[in-house]
Structure formats: C-alpha cells, structure tokens
C-alpha cells in the first residue's frame, strides 16, 4: 500500500496523487492509501485546508471512495462531493468540525457587509475563501490584512487596489509590512513574484512601497536561484 503517513497538508496530498497517478493510474493500494489519510486528518483542520481546492479534493474523494466511520465524517465527503453541507450536517456539527465551511457558506450567502466582515474576522477566512464581490470592498480588507497568508496578499493586489487600501496610509501601511516578509514572499518563487509584480504595476494608482519590496523580494529570490544553479552546475 501506497505509504500517506507523511503527507502533511490537504495540499501535498494533491500533489502525491499527481505524482501517483500520472505513471500508474488509480489502483486499489493508492485508493487505500488516501481514504486513510483524510480519516486521520482532524476535520476541523482538514476543512480549512480543502477549501481553498474543493474541486480537485472533489475529484479524489470521487475516486478514492473513502467509507466514513463517523456521522462528522459523513457529512464532511457529503460537502465534499456536492459543495454543499446536506441534510448529514447537523446544527452541531455545523458548530464544531464544519464551523469554517458553515462561515463560508454564508459569506457567500450574505448581501450585508457588517456580517460579512464578521464572518471574516470571527472565522480568520483566507482570502481565497472571499468571494469577488467582496475582494474590491475597503472594509473586507480591512478585516482580511492582519491575517491574510503574504502569498494571498500578493496575489490579491488588483482587488486591494481597487478597494482603495493604497489611498489609506494607515492600511498601506500594514500592507507593506505584511509584505516585508522576504522569507515569506520567497515561497512563491520567481513566476509568481514576477506576476504579482506586473499585475500591481498595471493598477492605475498604486503606492510606491508596494513596489519596492516586491521588487526586492524578486531580486532576492532570483539571486538565490542564480546561486544554485551555479552550485550545482
């Protein structure tokens, strides 16, 4: 059986069945092998983290087929299967294992802005999480930077923009030192720097911090793989 024990994250078990079905398709063992990781997985945990991929989760589940063993597990492949949480999905587990996929979905329920930003700060939601309809609204990023992943932040600078947090010094402010987190921003690599970097560059009023350690973060980055490349050359 295909070993899953030090798969971390709903993301590396993306990418281990990436790796696993391109050479050898879905076989018994592999099937096995991921239905035993997501029961492993404490759901609370488990449901931030397949959220951001429902629909590539969506199409492992489908495949791997994984029998649940208690009614949260039940209503958690029931959500998701049909994007939804069902009829399996009890006001308390709503409350507990799926209080996070409850939030969202009532995120992207709500027309009002005071719940929203709720919801938002309440449930600390990722950014990805955040419908567009919110992404251009000052308070939704008011409620988003102290928390949002720097990864998110970058990827989101059209919808800052637009929201108008460049033209509030207090909230810029937080922004860029957010962003100075080179170590942080390096994760994203050259590619993605280089797309944050070009995306923010065509925001027809943006701040000159933001360009500033968004280019330093690429220098840095590419110097890196510059240096590695000749170490291993």
């Not at 006001?91 to 409850?102: F, K, N, T, Y």
């Not at 930077?145 to 929201?163: K, Y």
């Not at 010094?169 to 922004?175: F, G, H, R, S, Y």
Request: aromatic fraction near 6%; proline fraction near 5%; charge should be positive.
């Amino acid at each position: 059986m295909k070993d899953t024990r030090n798969i971390r994250t709903a993301r590396e078990l993306i990418e281990f069945v990436r790796t696993q079905t391109a050479s050898r398709g879905w076989g018994r063992g592999l099937r096995t092998a991921v239905s035993e990781w997501y029961m492993r997985q404490p759901l609370s945990k488990l449901a931030v983290e397949v959220l951001p991929d429902l629909a590539t989760h969506r199409h492992i589940v489908r495949r791997a087929h994984p029998k649940p063993r208690t009614l949260a597990h039940n209503a958690f492949f029931q959500w998701v299967t049909t994007g939804e949480l069902g009829h399996l999905a009890t006001p308390e587990l709503r409350a507990d294992h799926l209080s996070i996929v409850d939030a969202v979905e009532r995120l992207h329920a709500t027309s009002d802005l005071h719940e929203a930003v709720r919801l938002i700060e309440e449930y600390r939601l990722a950014a990805e999480l955040i419908p567009p309809m919110w992404k251009r609204s000052l308070r939704i990023w008011e409620a988003l930077l102290p928390h949002a992943a720097v990864e998110s932040l970058a990827a989101n600078l059209r919808f800052i923009g637009e929201s108008g947090v460049f033209d509030d010094p207090e909230l810029a402010a937080m922004l860029i030192a957010r962003l100075s987190n080179r170590t942080k921003l390096a994760v994203l690599g050259v590619g993605a720097l280089e797309s944050a970097l070009s995306e923010f560059r065509a925001i027809p009023r943006g701040h000159p911090g933001v360009e500033q350690v968004l280019t330093a973060a690429l220098r840095t980055v590419t110097a890196a793989d510059a240096s590695a490349t000749r170490r291993c050359a």
